[in-house]
């Protein structure tokens, strides 16, 4: 029993990264309709943009893990949403007018010059991160076959869930939030009504690239170990989420994350570690047969 709750911790913690990214998906589907292949490889920026701001700030002597963990926040969610704005612009934009073909093309193509252009900077041997924040809780048990609980799993899980109830609300209850549902629904129509369009889906994809940012942030702190490979994979798991959920509804990438999370850690605990993807996509399969549109997402109509 205590194997099943341990792996229940390890899974929602790997759902919660996964959400987060997958959050931006599902943002950027939202309100463009297309997908950002570009975008887990954001969330590998924001890993190596956290492990060199760490690495400043040891050398420059600041010791204090709060202090140092609000700085590379704040580093790392400037620059991927710097770099999410510059996706938008040159990938993106560009190209809005043109075939669905196009853009995919584009962000497939920004995905590979990230990739090369930190495996250029950073070479391709993997980094490691020493633990900054150690220690943790035992929920049940004692010793050997306790339930574990760490600082860091417990710092994933409570920055998930406050950031999905602050994008929930601000998608609801925001001006600029009416603004990104006008620009889903009709953008000719919300120009003629004096929303500046171009800049609601700017500031959406460097929000979606912020959120990437913050999940390469805690991935670092997590496993302490990243390579210019890991946007890759994570990219795809994310996308994976954010259409088991339901593409185009934030609850449904956030679920969709957990759900993935939930899967990999209790087949690869039961089952086989090595086949815990196989296991996943066949149950993305699974869910699409039955219900194509997701598990909390609307089929489209059409009107005409």
């Not at 704005?85 to 093309?105: F, T």
């Not at 980094?127 to 760490?150: C, I, M, Q, Y």
């Not at 089952?271 to 149950?283: G, L, M, N, T």
Request: include cysteine; hydrophobic fraction near 55%.
């Amino acid at each position: 029993m205590s194997q099943f709750f341990q792996q229940a911790i390890n899974g929602l913690t790997l759902g919660s990264l996964y959400g987060l990214i997958a959050i931006g998906y599902t943002m950027v589907y939202g309100i463009l309709g297309m997908i950002n292949f570009a975008h887990g490889d954001i969330y590998m920026l924001g890993a190596f943009i956290s492990l060199t701001a760490f690495t400043l700030l040891a050398a420059a002597g600041i010791t204090s893990v709060p202090l140092g963990l609000f700085l590379v926040l704040l580093v790392s969610v400037v620059f991927t949403a710097g770099y999410g704005w510059a996706v938008e612009r040159v990938a993106y934009r560009p190209l809005r007018g043109s075939s669905k073909l196009a853009p995919l093309i584009s962000a497939i193509g920004a995905s590979i010059f990230l990739q090369n252009s930190v495996q250029f900077l950073q070479g391709a041997r993997i980094k490691n991160l020493p633990p900054l924040w150690e220690g943790g809780f035992e929920l049940l048990g004692s010793g050997a076959n306790a339930v574990r609980l760490s600082y860091v799993q417990l710092l994933i899980i409570i920055t998930t869930a406050v950031l999905m109830a602050a994008f929930t609300w601000m998608i609801t209850r925001t001006s600029f939030g009416r603004r990104q549902r006008a620009c889903e629904q009709d953008q000719g129509m919300t120009r003629i009504l004096g929303i500046n369009a171009d800049r609601t889906i700017s500031i959406t994809f460097m929000i979606g690239a912020a959120l990437a940012g913050v999940a390469g942030l805690l991935v670092t702190m997590y496993y302490g170990v990243i390579d210019f490979y890991i946007g890759f994979l994570a990219g795809i798991k994310a996308f994976t989420a954010a259409v088991l959920g339901g593409i185009g509804s934030l609850p449904g990438a956030m679920l969709g994350g957990l759900l993935i999370g939930l899967i990999e850690a209790f087949y690869a605990s039961y089952f086989s570690a090595e086949y815990k993807d196989v296991a996943v996509f066949a149950i993305l399969i699974l869910v699409l047969v039955l219900r194509p549109s997701g598990l909390l997402g609307r089929p489209e109509v059409e009107k005409v």
